[in-house]
């Protein structure tokens, strides 16, 4: 590598102790609070990027812990999912390259293509066949020598709640020798025995080229990590904007999650999971009772949508179910095409059946189809 050969490889050690002319922690409000900690050797903020003075040791552990159990060679912590996304697609595709991206893709991948400079193309969603038909338009004659083609998709979407066929995708990019991309941050703590997320529940590991997984969404905390080769960690360490221009998370934060994957791989971690399916089933159930079904899209997600189609529709609907005490969120357009307007209702462990009867029986009650339903 150039950087190797110039010096200039960046690479990242821990904070060291000694006399801190290097963090911003400019009025001592991240260190050492005796108030706070009891036990002593606690920062309360990281102070700087990691590659200054932010690099606390608990990344480490942290990222050894995820490779662990998410089957990962390597880990990369990022300070959120969107800065992940970001940080991985406007760095790694370049000028030459094609990016292949489901059409249904989260904000923060789009945002990332964005800022990069590859060419993008979006397929139909979860359709197989509508990426082999954009694929076919777009390079007749296979990848140019030199370039590399991306496809990106998310294994449970975060709107939907449905997955891609991955085996069948991840056979179908392995074919071609395209890279293959895959947020988990709707599947990471929930699928799998220990909730290591589709990829590695599914044996795919080594058929991917990175993987997003979040902490501010079933591990309750905030954060998120890129699995990947050793390589392409280290490309990241290098180039990836949203990793070194940023302020690193704070200890505590750190600390946190390594405690939620405690939990999470533990035996509280297996019932959790269990009451979530044994949830989902039941909504599902008593969905298909109240014969709104047909409703929902298909799914055994924690994320069930039920669409509506229509903005005004949506927002009513929404409201009448939040004044009955239920919390349900309508999605419009932009987060959603126009025409797909839906409520989404995500699934917890600790709903009871009769909050799940609850919500299900006022959207009957409410829901008005459109005329041309
Ligand atoms: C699929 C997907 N990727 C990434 C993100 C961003 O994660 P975070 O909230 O940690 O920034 C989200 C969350 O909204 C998401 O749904």
Request: with cysteine; proline share 4%; hydrophobic share 40%.
């Given at each position: 590598?150039?950087?190797?050969?110039?010096?200039?490889?960046?690479?990242?050690?821990?904070?060291?102790?000694?006399?801190?002319?290097?963090?911003?922690?400019?009025?001592?409000?991240?260190?050492?609070?005796?108030?706070?900690?009891?036990?002593?050797?606690?920062?309360?903020?990281?102070?700087?990027?990691?590659?200054?003075?932010?690099?606390?040791?608990?990344?480490?552990?942290?990222?050894?812990?995820?490779?662990?159990?998410?089957?990962?060679?390597?880990?990369?912590?990022?300070?959120?999912?969107?800065?992940?996304?970001?940080?991985?697609?406007?760095?790694?595709?370049?000028?030459?390259?094609?990016?292949?991206y489901d059409q249904s893709v989260h904000a923060?991948i789009r945002?990332?293509?964005?800022?990069?400079?590859?060419?993008?193309?979006s397929f139909a969603h979860n359709s197989?066949?509508g990426?082999?038909?954009?694929?076919?338009?777009?390079?007749?004659?296979?990848?140019?020598?030199?370039?590399?083609?991306?496809?990106?998709?998310?294994?449970?979407f975060s709107m939907e709640?449905d997955?891609?066929?991955?085996?069948?995708?991840?056979?179908?990019?392995?074919?071609?020798?395209?890279?293959?991309?895959?947020?988990?941050?709707?599947?990471?703590?929930?699928?799998?025995?220990?909730?290591?997320?589709?990829?590695?529940?599914?044996?795919?590991?080594?058929?991917?080229?990175?993987?997003?997984?979040?902490?501010?969404?079933?591990?309750?905390?905030?954060?998120?990590?890129?699995?990947?080769?050793?390589?392409?960690?280290?490309?990241?360490?290098?180039?990836?904007?949203?990793?070194?221009?940023?302020?690193?998370?704070?200890?505590?934060?750190?600390?946190?999650?390594?405690?939620?994957?405690?939990?999470?791989?533990?035996?509280?971690?297996?019932?959790?999971?269990?009451?979530?399916?044994?949830?989902?089933?039941?909504?599902?159930?008593?969905?298909?009772?109240?014969?709104?079904?047909?409703?929902?899209h298909?799914?055994?997600?924690?994320?069930?949508t039920?669409r509506v189609g229509d903005t005004?529709?949506a927002?009513?609907?929404?409201?009448?179910?939040?004044?009955?005490?239920?919390?349900?969120?309508p999605i419009l357009y932009p987060t959603v095409p126009r025409g797909m307007e839906c409520l989404r209702?995500?699934?917890?462990?600790?709903?009871?059946?009769?909050?799940?009867?609850?919500?299900?029986?006022?959207?009957?009650?409410?829901?008005?189809?459109?005329?041309?339903?």
């Amino acid at each position: 590598m150039a950087r190797e050969r110039e010096g200039n490889l960046r690479s990242l050690s821990p904070a060291a102790e000694g006399v801190d002319f290097y963090s911003n922690d400019y009025l001592g409000f991240a260190r050492e609070d005796p108030a706070v900690y009891q036990e002593g050797s606690k920062r309360r903020g990281s102070g700087g990027s990691r590659l200054i003075s932010g690099n606390h040791p608990l990344y480490d552990s942290l990222e050894q812990r995820l490779c662990t159990v998410h089957r990962s060679e390597a880990a990369l912590v990022f300070n959120s999912g969107y800065d992940a996304n970001i940080g991985l697609l406007s760095a790694v595709p370049q000028r030459t390259d094609y990016v292949f991206y489901d059409q249904s893709v989260h904000a923060s991948i789009r945002d990332g293509l964005a800022l990069g400079r590859a060419r993008t193309f979006s397929f139909a969603h979860n359709s197989l066949q509508g990426l082999e038909e954009r694929v076919g338009k777009v390079l007749p004659d296979g990848v140019p020598r030199g370039a590399e083609a991306y496809v990106v998709t998310e294994s449970v979407f975060s709107m939907e709640g449905d997955s891609p066929d991955l085996k069948a995708l991840a056979a179908y990019c392995a074919g071609r020798g395209f890279r293959l991309l895959v947020d988990e941050a709707h599947a990471a703590g929930i699928i799998g025995p220990k909730g290591e997320g589709v990829i590695a529940e599914s044996g795919l590991e080594g058929a991917v080229f990175a993987r997003i997984v979040t902490f501010g969404k079933a591990l309750g905390r905030h954060g998120a990590a890129i699995l990947c080769r050793p390589d392409l960690r280290e490309y990241l360490v290098n180039f990836s904007r949203s990793l070194i221009y940023t302020t690193a998370l704070p200890p505590d934060t750190l600390e946190g999650i390594l405690q939620a994957y405690d939990t999470l791989t533990g035996a509280g971690g297996d019932e959790r999971r269990a009451r979530l399916r044994s949830n989902i089933a039941c909504f599902r159930e008593k969905a298909a009772d109240f014969g709104l079904a047909g409703g929902f899209h298909q799914g055994g997600a924690a994320i069930q949508t039920f669409r509506v189609g229509d903005t005004a529709r949506a927002g009513e609907l929404g409201r009448k179910i939040n004044a009955a005490g239920f919390l349900v969120k309508p999605i419009l357009y932009p987060t959603v095409p126009r025409g797909m307007e839906c409520l989404r209702i995500c699934l917890h462990s600790f709903n009871t059946d009769d909050e799940i009867q609850g919500v299900l029986s006022i959207l009957s009650r409410e829901y008005q189809p459109g005329a041309d339903e």
